[in-house]
């Protein structure tokens, strides 16, 4: 088990030089489990699949929404729903496998759907 020591530094008014101290706490044993995690190649692999595999899907669904909502309400509706359904369904489905992708482990589903339909919307506007 190794020991953590952190330095700090200081200023003292009590004397009138303003004199920096150094100050040395012990906060114990450093966790080892939080320790850097090394990639091995089936880390890798299996990091690969679940990216090609949830972007394939996203595209899938994505499509797959848009063709129904488009039947029943406007393309500039049905494009960002069907974006955003996508989105959060495929989010929920790498966080129940267990494989969520790095910026968006924390994250719920239907927060990241909502911004990604969001920004569907938006640069529809913008570009139309």
Excluded at 9 to 33: E, I, K, S, Y
Excluded at 91 to 118: D, E, N, V, Y
């Amino acid at each position: 088990m190794r020991w953590k020591t952190r330095r700090a530094c200081c200023w003292t008014f009590d004397d009138p030089a303003w004199r920096l101290v150094v100050l040395q706490h012990d906060h114990g044993p450093v966790n080892t489990l939080m320790a850097r995690k090394k990639f091995n190649a089936a880390t890798l692999v299996t990091k690969l699949v679940m990216l090609v595999a949830g972007t394939l899907l996203t595209g899938l669904l994505a499509i797959l929404f848009t063709r129904f909502f488009g039947q029943h309400v406007t393309p500039k509706v049905a494009v960002p729903v069907g974006v955003g359904l996508a989105i959060a369904l495929t989010l929920w489905m790498t966080q129940l496998l267990k494989h969520p992708p790095f910026l968006l482990a924390k994250t719920s589903p239907l927060i990241a759907g909502f911004c990604a339909a969001l920004g569907v919307h938006v640069a529809r506007i913008w570009l139309t």
